[in-house]
């Protein structure tokens, strides 16, 4: 099955997200996976849901991998065995306002901390592709950030803001990273772990007196809703966040408070 994926270019966080959530499987009932009939997987989702409380997506996941299993690995018919996916949540991101971002980012004083907040929150990148962005990925020409390895193996182009810049090359002079952007202070070449990345985020946040509850991926949300208020088209934003379909990214649409006194109708442009 790890092959399977590879040949197929999945990720390797993909591919251990699946391979484990098959392990869990095995585990759950004793049986090798391929043993497993469809009504008990689907007795396993319901411990899952019901039992562990586990997210939708990661209910997606468990679907996701017993398909690759079946179809890919076990040559089975998978539409005789189609496991119907659970209906998403319908929940609004947390976004923060701009003074909360200013907030946040102004009284972080360690400056690797405070590069990868005003990075994070000026490029609308995800957790994950900050880990990720090396050096060479800042193009201060073009004022642009290229996110190499995105979400799906999708590269894109992205904002680079001044001042974000500003605080990457006042950080590159102090602690010179070998490879990636920002990396752990004991290991050069290692780039910062997820968990520490989020908790730099909610430091900043309890500094700040910002009582929401946020994680790294707030800023996401709030670049993204802060650039539709500002007039930028959806369809750019959707560029800029890398979102395949333009539907994920029509959600900011539900939060972002357009002045309507800025609009006026197409009629008043015209010589009548």
């Given at each position: 099955?790890?092959?399977?994926?590879?040949?197929?270019?999945?990720?390797?966080?993909?591919?251990?997200?699946?391979?484990?959530?098959?392990?869990?499987?095995?585990?759950?009932?004793?049986?090798?996976?391929?043993?497993?009939?469809?009504?008990?997987?689907?007795?396993?989702?319901?411990?899952?849901?019901?039992?562990?409380?586990?997210?939708?997506?990661?209910?997606?996941?468990?679907?996701?991998?017993?398909?690759?299993?079946?179809?890919?690995?076990?040559?089975?018919?998978?539409?005789?065995?189609?496991?119907?996916?659970?209906?998403?949540?319908?929940k609004l991101p947390v976004v923060l306002s701009?003074?909360?971002?200013?907030?946040?980012?102004?009284?972080?004083?360690?400056?690797?901390?405070?590069?990868?907040?005003?990075?994070?929150?000026?490029?609308?990148?995800?957790?994950?592709?900050?880990?990720?962005?090396?050096?060479?990925?800042?193009?201060?020409?073009?004022?642009?950030?290229?996110?190499?390895?995105?979400?799906?193996?999708?590269?894109?182009?992205?904002?680079?803001?001044?001042?974000?810049?500003?605080?990457?090359?006042?950080?590159?002079?102090?602690?010179?990273?070998?490879?990636?952007?920002?990396?752990?202070?004991?290991?050069?070449?290692?780039?910062?772990?997820?968990?520490?990345?989020?908790?730099?985020?909610?430091?900043?946040?309890?500094?700040?007196?910002?009582?929401?509850?946020?994680?790294?991926?707030?800023?996401?949300?709030?670049?993204?809703?802060?650039?539709?208020?500002?007039?930028?088209?959806?369809?750019?934003?959707?560029?800029?966040?890398?979102?395949?379909?333009?539907?994920?990214?029509?959600?900011?649409?539900?939060?972002?408070?357009?002045?309507?006194?800025?609009?006026?109708?197409?009629?008043?442009?015209?010589?009548?």
């Open positions: 099955m790890v092959r399977e994926m590879q040949i197929r270019n999945y990720s390797e966080r993909t591919i251990k997200t699946y391979v484990s959530s098959l392990s869990k499987l095995a585990k759950f009932f004793n049986l090798p996976p391929d043993q497993i009939s469809t009504d008990q997987f689907k007795g396993f989702l319901y411990h899952r849901i019901n039992i562990d409380k586990v997210s939708v997506a990661a209910i997606n996941q468990d679907i996701s991998a017993f398909k690759i299993m079946q179809q890919d690995i076990l040559g089975r018919n998978w539409e005789q065995i189609r496991i119907k996916r659970p209906r998403r949540e319908s701009l003074d909360e971002v200013c907030r946040m980012i102004s009284i972080t004083k360690n400056i690797k901390h405070r590069a990868l907040l005003a990075l994070a929150y000026s490029s609308g990148v995800r957790r994950e592709e900050l880990r990720t962005l090396k050096p060479e990925n800042i193009d201060p020409e073009r004022m642009c950030v290229h996110v190499v390895q995105g979400k799906g193996k999708k590269a894109r182009y992205t904002l680079l803001s001044q001042k974000a810049l500003d605080l990457l090359r006042i950080y590159y002079r102090i602690e010179k990273p070998e490879c990636f952007l920002f990396e752990t202070s004991l290991q050069k070449g290692k780039s910062l772990a997820a968990e520490t990345i989020n908790k730099i985020a909610k430091n900043a946040a309890r500094k700040a007196n910002v009582k929401k509850k946020i994680s790294i991926h707030t800023l996401r949300h709030s670049f993204a809703t802060h650039l539709l208020e500002k007039g930028v088209n959806l369809r750019v934003i959707q560029q800029f966040l890398g979102h395949s379909s333009l539907k994920t990214t029509s959600v900011y649409l539900h939060i972002a408070n357009i002045d309507l006194s800025r609009v006026s109708s197409p009629l008043d442009d015209m010589d009548i």
